[in-house]
């Protein structure tokens, strides 16, 4: 008989949303303001990890390592978050990715529950900003995780908080970092992205246009073969 998973736990930025883009920006003029060069490339290394950690990453990539205060980064990052913000202000359902209203209708109607698995403090201002959050069964809340991605708690907590097996999940990232969490938390990886990062995805497509639910569900499903 057919393996059908229970729950989707999808990644937000990057996945629903191109706020992928807004994230590197915001981190960009701050980097700038430190004199500290990032690039696109840098970025990829970005994707999926906490707003704390991406700071510390920046400040490691300086020519001259600055000793800031817990306070300090704190406020660094505030900045930045500040930036986004401002960047996010004017997000509507048009921002939705290609083929994910399709995805999540398919999802909804077929009875598997969903779950947003996002690293963002931010994560249901814009989901409503979307007009997404009616679609989801349970919103992790980022506030509330100790480990970020790479580690799985962001997927574990999803799963455990519906009461469904691990096993029984499938994750949708666009971040290496995030994939490397639906790995290590026994769910079915689906990652949406090139193969230079993604390749340790079980199932990888380019773009989120060519996320198609049922051919999500077979590929789950040989997999358990
Ligand atoms: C992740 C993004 O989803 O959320 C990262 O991929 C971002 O780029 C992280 O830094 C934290 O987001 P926020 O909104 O809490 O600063
Ligand atoms: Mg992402």
Redesign the pocket.
């Given at each position: 008989m057919r393996q059908s998973p229970k729950l989707f736990i999808y990644?937000?930025?990057?996945v629903i949303t191109d706020t992928?883009e807004f994230?590197y920006l915001g981190w960009k003029k701050l980097a700038d303001e430190l004199g500290i060069t990032i690039d696109r490339h840098f970025n990829e290394q970005?994707?999926?990890?906490?707003?704390m950690d991406?700071l510390d990453r920046i400040l490691e990539q300086s020519t001259s390592p600055t000793e800031f205060s817990e306070e300090e980064k704190i406020g660094l990052a505030t900045r930045?978050?500040g930036y986004?913000l401002e960047l996010i202000e004017s997000i509507d359902p048009s921002h939705i990715l290609p083929g994910i209203k399709d995805l999540l209708e398919a999802n909804k109607q077929s009875g598997i529950k969903i779950a947003l698995g996002?690293?963002?403090?931010?994560?249901s201002r814009i989901l409503d900003k979307l007009e997404l959050t009616g679609y989801f069964d349970y919103v992790v809340n980022?506030a509330e995780i100790t480990n970020g991605k790479p580690d799985p708690e962001t997927f574990t907590a999803a799963a455990d908080a519906l009461g469904i097996a691990h096993a029984d999940c499938v994750g949708i990232e666009d971040?290496a970092a995030g994939v490397e969490a639906v790995n290590r938390a026994g769910m079915f990886s689906v990652g949406v992205g090139d193969e230079a990062h993604l390749a340790h995805a079980d199932y990888l497509v380019e773009n989120t246009q060519q996320l198609e639910f049922q051919q999500i569900l077979q590929e789950f499903d040989k997999k358990q073969k």
């Open positions: 990644d937000l930025d990057g992928a994230h970005l994707k999926g990890i906490n707003r991406s930045k978050n986004y996002s690293a963002s403090k931010n994560a980022a971040a």
